[in-house]
């Protein structure tokens, strides 16, 4: 569940590219033995929450190989998947073919700066990738920006868990399981190390609800999962 980085052009955004793109074979695998397969549930649970159904029109940022895009067009809804890591698309058109009845589309492109007009989308979702941005707050703008009024936006990460022992606990297993299976299946311990570091400079879920509040949505939320290892952030654009 490391994610790419889809921020503007510059060392960060090119370090963390290489990253992703060299870990794309192998990154499903790793998502579901770093979390016990738990990341599929909280991805499911996202996209229930999202609500899409036919005629809705959905776009999932930094959509990766394709998980949550793919489990939006099964609603029904027209799914743009966008990505900056040419590998994490190639692998997510592959599996595309396993939903030939399926409307849903998968592009290249910045989080940063996407390639839409505003309020082009009902739903526009976020899986593992807010954090990983050059500048997260810029990416949620966007993401708001291209949202129509009474859409609504999701976003789901890594989160810091309020109590400070399960923290604590949960830190070090960021620091030293991790990246071990980093190593181990990927031959790169740093692709996996990153995801401790990325957070720590990310506010996380309460930071993203501030933010979400400050960009003038309404019923704003936040859903904790495993005691805050994980979180869903939420809200609707004001009419």
Same mark, same amino acid.
């Given at each position: ?125 976020? %899986? @593992? ?9 810029? %990416? ?29 606990? @949960?830190?070090? @297993? ?17 692709? @996996? ?47």
């Amino acid at each position: 569940m490391a994610r790419l980085s889809l921020g503007v052009d510059g060392t960060h955004r090119d370090k963390v590219r290489r990253l992703f793109d060299k870990i794309a074979p192998r990154y499903d695998f790793i998502n579901d033995l770093q979390s016990f397969g738990l990341h599929r549930f909280w991805k499911r649970r996202l996209v229930a929450m999202a609500g899409a159904q036919p005629g809705t029109r959905a776009l999932d940022v930094c959509c990766g190989t394709g998980d949550i895009t793919f489990a939006l067009a099964q609603s029904g809804a027209e799914v743009t998947g966008i990505d900056f890591s040419p590998p994490m698309l190639e692998i997510a058109r592959c599996r595309q073919s396993a939903f030939p009845k399926a409307k849903l589309n998968f592009m290249s492109g910045d989080a940063m700066c996407l390639p839409f007009a505003d309020a082009s989308f009902d739903v526009v979702s976020c %899986g @593992y990738g807010l954090r990983n941005l050059e500048d997260w707050r810029t %990416g949620l703008r966007e993401m708001h920006r291209v949202l129509r009024s009474g859409g609504r936006l999701l976003v789901l990460d890594f989160g810091k868990p309020d109590n400070r022992v399960w923290r604590a606990v @949960y830190f070090a @297993y960021l620091r030293f399981v991790v990246p071990v299976f980093g190593k181990l299946f990927c031959g790169d311990s740093a692709a @996996y190390a990153y995801i401790l570091k990325s957070l720590h400079a990310f506010p996380a879920q309460h930071g993203v609800d501030a933010a979400l509040r400050e960009s003038g949505c309404e019923s704003v939320g936040l859903k904790p999962l495993l005691g805050g290892v994980m979180a869903i952030n939420y809200g609707e654009k004001g009419k």
